[in-house]
Every structure is written in C-alpha cells, then in structure tokens.
C-alpha cells in the first residue's frame, strides 16, 4: 500500500494451520524523505483503512527498508489524534548485523540524504546512525559471527550513541518470546528508567550521543519555561545561553524526560525531532509511598557533545 493511494489496502491472510493464528500481511510504503502534510494525512488515512478490518489482527507492524527514516514515523500518530486515539505507537525496533555495523557506522557511502556538511573533516551521520538513534529497543543479530570482544565492542558504539534503547543479542534472529522482547513495549506511554550514567562514553561516537541532563523540583509555573528550552532545542536547534559548533549544528533525534513537581505532581516527556509531548504520569508522587524519584532529561542526537545543557536549563529556570 502506497500512503499516495487513495484505495483502502487488501489485507493478505498467510496460510496458517487451525491451530496457529492468522497473519495478515499488507504491504506499506514508508516516506523516507521530510513528511510534508500531503503525505501525512495520506500515511493516516492508509493506517486508517487498516483499522477498518482490526478485527483480522492484534498489531501493526510496519517493517522498513534499510534506507527508512524511523524518525518520519512517529508524528503520524502523534500529529492526528484521530488515529492516535485508535492506535498507539508501541515503540522503534532496529535490528543490527554484528558483523557489520561499525563498518557501516563509518561508510561515507551511507551518509544520510542532506547531511552536506560532511567534508571529510566533520563527524559522518549514517543511515546506521539515524536508525540506531531512534530505537527503543536494538536487536544485535548474528553475534555468533563475531569474536566476544567485537561483539562488546559493537555494544558500547551503540550504547555510546543510545544510551536509551534495551539491547538484545541474537543468532540467527531467534528470540525468547515476542511480548515485552519486540511487543507491547509502551515505549512513547512509559518513562521508566533513564539513568544513563555510565551506560555509554560519548567519546566512542563524534556523531551522535547521549546526554543526561539533572532536573530539580520545580514550582507548577516553571512549566512553561521547561516547555520553551525545549522547544528552542527541537524546534530550532539552539540550546540557550550555549554556542553550536558551526560544523556540527544540534539535531535532537530522540526525548525522554520526567520532571517532578514540589507540589507531587510528576509529568512525563517523549519526543521524536520536531515532535513531542508533555503528559501527567499515570500515579503522583503524592499518592504513593515510594522515593521520590529524581527529575531527569535524556537527549540523543547531533552535535550535543561540548554543550552544558543542565546549566541552560538551570539559567532558563532562574530567569522565570
């Protein structure tokens, strides 16, 4: 199914036996160029026509090519609350050959479409970056093809780049199970853990990394200036008070915060690029017992290294 046609999709049914559930397959072509309007309101009309028969299967699975930009993904259920009202964005899984990925880490020859500063001299951002950046979850496959040491290897280059994503290890792409493994992961409608510290050395990538960023209780109307200093980072690339490198401008892929209250209220952040949310957490410190947990922002993208993003934030609060 193209998101240029106007026609509901036909839903495949794979042969099954009576015992085993029903498969059903559609093809979808994924926009991998920036979404414009036209092609959003045409990926949520497909999506869409899907939901029309969601009695024939429990999830969608959209499988991308190796040039997809999961990052053009995420606003067709963010933007339209229609769809998001029927569906929910489950998570990113990116799937990485062990015996491969540094080496397409440094290829030139995937340079990402638009990454023109590249001359030889600036950090190189791939095709491998860009989706390794976005994931919630990084499946290593063929870790029986490498030495332990390459494998350990290829696990801190990713960490170094997302310090955020679960990281499994397979052969021959055989997992343990589906549920909590590749589904029903709640990604984009659950902050659990983000204490990245010591999970990943920005040194190991001069690309893209992540960085953690120490938030205090804040007063309910600081809100508003949290909201704006991100805004200005996403929406703009700046992060105030702070100097970009001219050679690598900051381009966040990926947001995930929670900011806690002195009054007990805890907001959650999730952001994919230009896109993101503010919303309450399902239960408020003040209704349970449990320790006070720490208010933290964690930001993966380019050209973050260098930059004292906990000090703009703190100099945006001060100046409330």
């Not at 993904?73 to 990116?94: C, H, K, Q, R």
């Not at 860009?130 to 870790?143: C, G, L, R």
């Not at 659990?192 to 960085?211: F, M, N, Q, R, Y």
Request: charge should be negative.
């Amino acid at each position: 199914m193209n998101f240029d046609e106007e026609v509901p999709p036909e839903l495949v049914e794979t042969e099954t036996s009576p015992q085993e559930e029903k498969l059903v397959k559609v093809p979808i072509t994924i926009v991998t160029g920036k979404l414009t309007a036209l092609t959003m309101d045409s990926g949520v009309n497909a999506i869409e026509s899907l939901m029309e028969k969601k009695g024939a299967f429990d999830y969608i699975l959209l499988e991308t090519t190796g040039l997809a930009d999961p990052g053009n993904l995420a606003p067709l259920f963010w933007v339209d609350d229609g769809l998001g009202s029927t569906i929910y964005l489950d998570g990113i899984v990116t799937l990485v050959d062990a015996k491969n990925i540094l080496r397409s880490l440094d290829d030139p020859s995937g340079k990402v479409e638009g990454h023109e500063d590249h001359d030889g001299h600036g950090p190189l951002m791939t095709t491998a970056h860009v989706q390794i950046s976005h994931a919630d979850v990084i499946v290593i496959n063929k870790s029986d093809l490498v030495e332990p040491t390459e494998l350990e290897d290829v696990k801190a280059r990713i960490r170094a780049i997302n310090g955020l994503a679960k990281i499994h290890t397979t052969k021959q792409s055989v997992v343990p199970q589906l549920e909590g493994f590749l589904l029903d992961l709640h990604a984009y409608d659950q902050v659990e853990v983000l204490d990245t510290a010591g999970k990943g050395h920005s040194h190991l990538d001069p690309t893209i990394s992540t960085v953690t960023v120490d938030v205090p209780p804040l007063a309910p109307e600081q809100l508003d200036q949290v909201d704006r200093w991100l805004r200005s980072i996403l929406w703009e690339g700046e992060v105030p008070g702070e100097a970009a490198s001219p050679t690598a401008p900051v381009e966040i892929h990926r947001l995930k915060a929670r900011l806690v209250f002195k009054n007990g209220d805890v907001k959650m952040v999730q952001g994919v690029r230009e896109v993101f949310e503010i919303f309450d957490a399902e239960q408020s410190l003040s209704q349970n017992d449990s320790p006070q947990p720490a208010g933290k922002i964690v930001l993966i993208g380019r050209g973050v290294q260098g930059l004292n993003f906990e000090r703009s934030l703190l100099n945006a609060l001060q100046n409330s």
